[in-house]
């Protein structure tokens, strides 16, 4: 009897390893497929190096367009203007405030009320104690006009008794007593006189009362002594405050400077009323003209006294920057205080302004 064979089919390996019909290996080839060269990374580095050359050029050129002539010096500040404390006169009670922080105001509005009962009770005492000097007054002028005719008939009666006494139809006693009825009639004329001028005195007391309450009641209105914006609101209605007691602060914007610090070397080639300009880092782009309007006679920051070259070096003034004041009804409301910005002076007066130091307004 013939055995039979069995044939098992070929395993996966046997049939991976076996050549497709119709393609054979490259010789010499290990069956692994070939990695693919990347050609972009050499061009990419390319790239980098021309980008970051770009830049370097372009922050180099920026650095030589900013570069500043001999003669001129700048310093960073901040914006700033004058503050105005609006306070009380007098110790009392504020009743209404007006006005709000960042509001503008102009010079002579009303920004707060105090409380003016008590004084307007003294303002109607004083105005009835002139009321009562004038009445006296008029009685004092009926009394002397009531006195000077008593004086007048007195001396007719005395000349009378001086007639009668010469003819003798008359005696000395009566003579005598005529005498003393003038005498009392020109003392009660006197009299009567120094009256008037007492009451036209105490007219003139009470009235000047009346005007110091009257100041007083004025006094207790508040108003803002110039243009400028409320920066701070610092007291409520119902508050008691003292004399001098602080109700709003105001900025004056009718005089806006930056304030910078220059070296010794700087600051003592600067005269006022020199040329200066002021650039905002918010607004780098515009140039804004400014004067010099105040160098500051002491150095801060150092020592008083110094004794060495390099010490005198560190030396550094305080130089204010004045806005033209001719840009502040367009900038008003654009101005707020503690902008940082560069100031550039000139410390060579015969040095012309570079072109991006030009003048520029938005």
């Not at 009320?113 to 009926?142: C, F, G, I, P, Y």
């Not at 701070?232 to 008691?240: D, I, N, T």
């Not at 200066?276 to 140039?287: E, G, H, I, N, W």
Request: a neutral charge.
């Amino acid at each position: 009897m013939a055995s039979t064979e069995t044939t098992s089919p070929p395993s996966s390996a046997t049939r991976a390893s076996r050549p497709r019909p119709g393609l054979s290996a490259p010789a010499g080839s290990t069956g692994k497929p070939k990695k693919k060269t990347r050609w972009w990374k050499p061009v990419l580095i390319v790239l980098c190096i021309l980008g970051l050359g770009s830049v370097s050029g372009w922050y180099w050129w920026q650095l030589q367009l900013q570069a500043l002539p001999p003669g001129i010096a700048k310093a960073n500040g901040r914006l700033e203007s004058e503050q105005v404390e609006i306070a009380t006169k007098l110790p009392g009670r504020i009743t209404q405030v007006l006005a709000e922080e960042g509001q503008m105001v102009d010079a002579g509005q009303v920004v707060a009320h105090m409380d003016t009962a008590e004084l307007e009770a003294q303002m109607a005492s004083a105005e009835a104690n002139v009321d009562q000097a004038v009445h006296e007054k008029d009685q004092a002028e009926a009394l002397i006009v009531q006195r000077d005719s008593e004086r007048t008939f007195a001396k007719k009666e005395l000349a009378r008794a001086q007639q009668l006494q010469e003819k003798g139809w008359s005696t000395t006693e009566r003579l005598d007593q005529r005498q003393d009825e003038l005498r009392t009639a020109e003392a009660a004329y006197d009299t009567a006189i120094a009256t008037r001028a007492a009451a036209e005195a105490a007219i003139s007391a009470a009235r000047a009362e009346v005007t110091r309450l009257q100041s007083l009641i004025d006094d207790s209105t508040l108003v803002a002594p110039r243009r400028g914006r409320i920066q701070y609101k610092l007291a409520q209605p119902g508050e008691v405050l003292p004399a001098g007691g602080r109700v709003l602060t105001l900025l004056d914007l009718g005089e806006v400077y930056l304030t910078i610090f220059l070296p010794a070397h700087d600051a003592g080639l600067l005269t006022v009323g020199d040329e200066a300009r002021v650039v905002f880092d918010v607004v780098p782009q515009y140039v804004f003209p400014a004067k010099v309007t105040f160098v500051a006679p002491e150095a801060q920051f150092t020592p008083k006294t110094v004794e060495t070259a390099e010490e005198r070096e560190k030396l550094m003034f305080r130089v204010k920057l004045t806005i033209d004041p001719g840009l502040r009804p367009r900038y008003e409301k654009q101005v707020k205080t503690g902008l940082r910005g560069t100031g550039f002076v000139r410390t060579d007066p015969n040095t012309p302004w570079p072109e991006n130091l030009t003048v520029k307004l938005p």
